[in-house]
């Protein structure tokens, strides 16, 4: 029986960094389109979709990695703290997996297209009213403030580790780190 791991796999960490970059963009992008011009927004509110698009495909390859080929680290008896942050890990996906089709039915409850790669994907599901367009908006931006929390939460927790436990698990996620044996 081979010995358990001590770092994360490349693949675990690529779709790591990838997810967290696309998540930081999209709730970013969101929160400044409104005071940009015209030309300017309009380039943010496509790529968000774009990138939206393109994190409902690394998600998914991400859980599908997690669950089937990654690299799992040593468990000891699980503590109340590590159960915690399995519990955060899992709620930070339920919200993510949430949150692409929410984007998806923004858009089209706006009665617009999505602009996928410049690619305009109409609504299968019809017309809407602004008031159903607009109780689906603050839906998608009351979970996207979760998610930022939550990711804030995550990373100060990572912090936590580094700078006070002293352990390497934030060095794990970061690639080229070398595990001393």
Not at 7 to 25: M, Q
Not at 139 to 165: E, K, S
């Amino acid at each position: 029986m081979a010995a358990p791991a001590k770092k994360y796999d490349i693949n675990t960490i690529i779709l790591h960094w990838l997810t967290a970059l696309i998540v930081f963009f999209q709730f970013i992008s969101a929160e400044l389109w409104g005071f940009l011009a015209r030309p300017q927004r309009h380039f943010l509110v496509v790529s968000h979709m774009s990138l939206g698009f393109l994190l409902v495909i690394i998600l998914t390859l991400r859980i599908v990695w997690r669950l089937s080929y990654g690299i799992r680290l040593p468990q000891i008896a699980p503590t109340l703290l590590d159960r915690g942050a399995r519990l955060l890990h899992l709620v930070l996906y339920g919200l993510l997996a949430a949150q692409m089709p929410l984007g998806f039915f923004t858009r089209w409850t706006d009665n617009k297209p999505l602009d996928v790669f410049g690619w305009a994907i109409a609504s299968p599901l019809g017309t809407f009213s602004k008031a159903t367009g607009h109780f689906v908006d603050q839906v998608h931006d009351i979970n996207a403030w979760i998610i930022m929390a939550l990711v804030g939460l995550h990373a100060f927790a990572a912090l936590i580790h580094h700078y006070l436990r002293r352990d390497a698990v934030l060095r794990r996620m970061l690639p080229g780190f070398r595990a001393h044996r």
